[in-house]
C-alpha cells in the first residue's frame, strides 16, 4: 500500500511564500509520475502541478505558471511544491497524488493514490 503524507500547509500574506512537502512510503515512488492538486470550498479539484518520474519534465496549471515549483527528491521519496508570490485565491487543500510511470499527467483520475491534504490559506 502506497501512502503520502503532505506536510507544510499554514497561513501566510498575500505575496508570501510556502514550501510544501509529500513523503512517500516505500519503493513506491521513484518509479513515477507525481502530481499536486488542490481543491477550495464549494469548487472541484484543479490541477497544480505535474514532474516526471527522473525530474526532467514539470507542467504547471495555467493559475500558477512562474509561482510555482515542483521537484522531487528520489533519494528522500519527497516531492516539493515551493509557492511564490502567494495570492488570496491560492487558499485551498493541497493533495500530492501518484500516477502512472511515466507521462506528465494532469486529471485527476489518472493517479491512483492519493495523501490526504495540506490547508493553505493566503490572506489579503
Known amino acids: 500500500q502506497v501512502q503520502l503524507v503532505e506536510s507544510g500547509g499554514g497561513l501566510v500574506q498575500a505575496g508570501g511564500s510556502l514550501r510544501l512537502s509529500c513523503a512517500a512510503s516505500?519503493?513506491?515512488?521513484?518509479?513515477?509520475?507525481m502530481g499536486w492538486f488542490r481543491q477550495a470550498p464549494g469548487k472541484e479539484r484543479e490541477f497544480v502541478a505535474t514532474?516526471?518520474?527522473?525530474?526532467?519534465?514539470?507542467y504547471y496549471g495555467d493559475s500558477v505558471k512562474g509561482r510555482f515549483t515542483i521537484a522531487r527528491d528520489n533519494a528522500k521519496n519527497t516531492v516539493y511544491l515551493q509557492m511564490n508570490n502567494l495570492k488570496p485565491e491560492d487558499t485551498a487543500i493541497y493533495y500530492c497524488a501518484r500516477g502512472r510511470p511515466s507521462g506528465l499527467l494532469v486529471r485527476d483520475g489518472e493517479y491512483g493514490y492519493w495523501g490526504q491534504g495540506t490547508q493553505v490559506t493566503v490572506s489579503s
Open positions: 516505500g519503493r513506491a515512488f521513484s518509479g513515477y509520475v
Open positions: 514532474i516526471t518520474w527522473d525530474g526532467s519534465s514539470t
